[in-house]
């Protein structure tokens, strides 16, 4: 059966309210630290290394051990299993053994009948550690040649070559800095052991199944043995992946060797100081390029901060070298990308996972080419393209057989009306004697699909009661993305139901096995391909059924309106819960459990060629800025953004995404500063010294999800993933900032140089090389 079969009583490209709004607004949503505790539960506390680097000689918990309510100082030592929460690969330790290797890192868990014993009696754990000399920098590491994996290398034409025959060629360096997921519910999980013996988890996890898997090495048992449950995450943002898994490991260590429910839940400077950041890039390039602006060779480094282990680093990695191309088209391109260990926290996944780091440089090489011709950026842009004979392809050798690039660019002009406004910001600047006001366009081309081939996949679990009810469990998890809503309305389009029919299961383990992570902007496309398969088999099965009834052909009957009949003009029918009695009583199976793999992938990995992606989705936004010369404070005053979202299952829902997605890419590009300091220790820990931001930082916005694009490939229902996409579209702002400095600048041979996060400090300090002629280096 296919989707185009069963749209006669669609209740997908609909905008539905989220199944938990009203939840969300009225605070009655029930998130992990809310579920009513059991009796007898345990607290966790984390006892962590004071520095960067260092020996780990002794840990001495006899003070604490003897504290009132404490139950158990946990170290590697008491790991009933593997001391391993490495999501890839092995070796990754969830307390410290022989040595630490970031300020923060957990060494021991104290467990307590109260959460305040427990954090006093962890205070009084007393560690002694030799200091090392840390690594703390990305160039520190690139110097020392310290990696947590070999260098990857994408390549593609005579770079040399071409560099040497162009007539122009430029170079540069600038970096990005990391960020916070800053998910308002913080990390927690807690544990306990049912009957059986088996250890049961509610986790605030992205990945229940890796959860499941790192806590059942953990304890030395078959993954069986461990159930996680997840109804909802107050936001995850990649966080929640890798992070989750080890926050729950020692709910779970601590549950077994207590035989005591546990909870750890991490206050919020803890969390930011013992959790992965999306990684900082420091980038090094090279470009060639002709008389129009075309690019002909682009030689790059991208170097990107680890921490100290592997955790997800070679997938953030290889996304950024896929996406360094982004929309243009480069017929020679070599792009080395480092892995840099550091003695920093494991960076890991963050929302856009690597390819927001690799779209920036061609969009810094953009702004540098247009500078050095006196030509705009988006007059060099436009000669760039995808687009024409023997240039629809990658530099990894993957066709592009969608692209709407220069569409999406048009409308988003068009929204935003470029040319007036260029008008009138030129007319502001040059009458304003201390605002600048800049504006910028970014377009977008981002691919879909997990870098991991074995991750396309997902399960879920569709049960027909006799009555027409409908329960709905996935491997997907709800975080606040509506992901729940968007499968209900496939189920509820197969069936031709209400959305009031289907009731949402929690996310577990033990109805849905081998769950994907709830990530790469897949959730919908993976889940509800699952659930629209097995829904599909038990409506074949109900249509055989009714066509008895009816004696007519199965094809010719029509679900709709919650009732099957035939097609008109035969006007009988039956409501859905009478189809669904009547299959019950004939024994016809009700239940069916759906499986989906996403087809055509192919990745070699070492080579970096092949088919990774499963489709494109494109986007491009306008935004314009206002930059205060006397303060370096940046201001977004409006954008406007085209998202292409294929055929939208919920059109409400993915503008929410788009807009939020866009206002987090703002914190990263502007305000969002990560800050350690020369001993290795995170200083932004909290919101009074780390800046997200707020509702007075969002600009005017006009959002436009691009009409008449269906996707080009079998999606579920032709649309197209959206959670991650469009926080790129925020490297506007970054294009926009440079914009509005550029007339500072006391000499028409100097172009604007701006690392991210653009914070005061440095924008003060690019104002002030514009004006004194200061030369880049």
């Known amino acids: 059966m296919t989707t185009q079969e069963v749209l006669s009583d669609a209740k997908v490209h609909r905008s539905l309210f989220h199944d938990n709004a009203r939840e969300h607004v009225s605070g009655r949503a029930v998130y992990a630290d809310d579920i009513p505790e059991p009796r007898g539960l345990l607290y966790a506390a984390l006892v962590t290394s004071p520095i960067a680097h260092g020996q780990l000689r002794s840990i001495d918990a006899s003070l604490a051990g003897t504290m009132p309510g404490v139950h158990a100082v946990i170290t590697a030592a008491d790991i009933p299993g593997r001391n391993d929460i490495a999501p890839i690969g092995q070796g990754e330790v969830l307390f410290a053994e022989g040595v630490v290797e970031f300020c923060g890192q957990p060494v021991a868990a104290v467990i307590a009948d109260t959460l305040d014993q427990a954090r006093e009696a962890a205070a009084a754990v007393k560690l002694d550690i030799m200091p090392l000399a840390p690594v703390l920098t990305i160039a520190e590491a690139m110097a020392q040649q310290s990696y947590v994996r070999a260098p990857m290398r994408l390549e593609r034409g005579d770079v040399d070559a071409a560099m040497a025959g162009a007539a122009h060629r430029l170079g540069g360096r600038f970096e990005v800095g990391g960020q916070e997921h800053f998910y308002l519910e913080g990390q927690v999980a807690f544990a306990w052991i049912d009957e059986g013996g088996a250890i049961s988890l509610h986790s605030s996890t992205q990945h229940p199944s890796e959860v499941q898997h790192i806590c059942a090495r953990l304890l030395g048992v078959r993954q069986a043995e461990v159930t996680v449950l997840v109804r909802r995450m107050g936001g995850g943002f990649g966080g929640k992946e890798s992070n989750a898994s080890w926050v729950a490991g020692i709910a779970a260590v601590a549950c077994r060797l207590t035989n005591r429910p546990v909870k750890l839940r991490l206050p919020r400077v803890t969390d930011m100081v013992v959790t992965g950041k999306r990684h900082g890039f420091l980038y090094d390039y090279a470009v060639g390029f002709d ?154 081309k981002f691919g879909i699909s997990f870098g991991a081939l074995h991750l396309n996949q997902a399960g879920a679990l569709v049960q027909v009661y006799a009555d027409g009810s409908v329960r709905l469990s996935h491997g997907g998890t709800e975080m606040g993305q509506g992901l729940f809503i968007k499968v209900a309305q496939v189920v509820a389009t197969v069936f031709g139901v209400d959305l009031d029919a289907i009731r949402l299961s929690t996310t577990s383990t033990a109805e849905v096995p081998n769950t994907s992570a709830t990530a790469a902007s897949t959730g919908s496309d993976l889940n509800g391909w699952a659930a629209f398969n097995a829904a599909s088999a038990i409506r074949t099965r109900m249509a055989a059924v009714a066509a008895a009834h009816f004696d007519v052909a199965p094809d ?141 930082d969002v600009p005017q916005m006009t959002t436009r999800l691009l009409e008449g694009n269906p996707a080009s490939v079998a999606t579920i229902f032709r649309s197209k993933g959206i959670g991650e996409p ?52």
Request: a neutral charge; one cysteine or more.
């Open 291 to 444: 008389d129009e602006g075309r690019i002909l060779a682009l030689d790059a480094t991208l170097a990107a901060n680890a921490g100290y282990s592997l955790d997800m680093t070679a997938g953030v990695v290889s996304r950024a070298l896929t996406h360094i191309d982004n929309c243009y088209y480069l017929p020679a391109v070599r792009a080395i990308g480092l892995a840099c260990k550091t003695n920093t926290v494991s960076n890991t996944a963050f929302r856009g996972f690597g390819g927001p780091q690799g779209v920036v440089v061609m969009e810094e090489v953009i702004e540098r080419v247009a500078h050095a011709l006196g030509r705009t950026p988006e007059q060099v842009r436009a000669v760039n393209f995808y687009g024409g004979a023997g240039r629809e392809e990658t530099p990894y050798g993957q066709p592009i057989r969608d692209n709407v690039i220069e569409r999406v660019v048009d409308e988003a002009m068009r929204l935003a009306d470029w040319d007036a406004r260029r008008a009138e910001i030129a007319a502001f600047n040059a009458a304003h004697p201390t605002i600048r006001r800049g504006l910028g366009l970014f377009p977008l």
């Open 556 to 696: 010719d009957l029509r679900f709709a309106n919650g009732r099957v009949g035939p097609a008109a003009p035969d006007n009988r029918s039956l409501r859905f819960g009478e189809l669904a009695k009547m299959a019950y009583m004939q024994r016809v199976q009700l239940s069916e459990s759906g499986f989906y793999k996403v087809p055509d992938l192919h990745w070699d990995g070492e080579r970096m060629k092949g088919h990774p992606y499963y489709y494109f989705s494109y986007g491009a936004a306008v935004s314009e800025v206002a930059v205060d010369t006397l303060t370096g404070e940046i201001r977004v005053l409006r954008a406007d953004l085209v998202q292409d979202c294929g055929n939208s299952l919920n059109p409400a829902i993915d503008v929410g995404q788009i807009e939020g997605a866009y206002v987090q890419g703002l914190g990263w590009f502007v305000c969002e500063n990560l800050h350690w300091d020369g001993r290795g220790r995170l200083r932004s820990e909290g919101p009074s010294t780390y800046k997200i931001p707020g509702s007075r």
């Open 726 to 777: 469009p926080l790129l579209l925020a490297t506007s702002i970054w294009t926009a900032a440079k914009d509005a400095l550029k007339g500072l600048a006391t000499s028409t041979t100097l172009p604007v140089r701006l690392d991210a996060p653009m914070v005061a400090h440095r924008v003060l300090e690019e104002i002030e090389r514009l004006r004194g002629g200061a030369s880049l280096t």
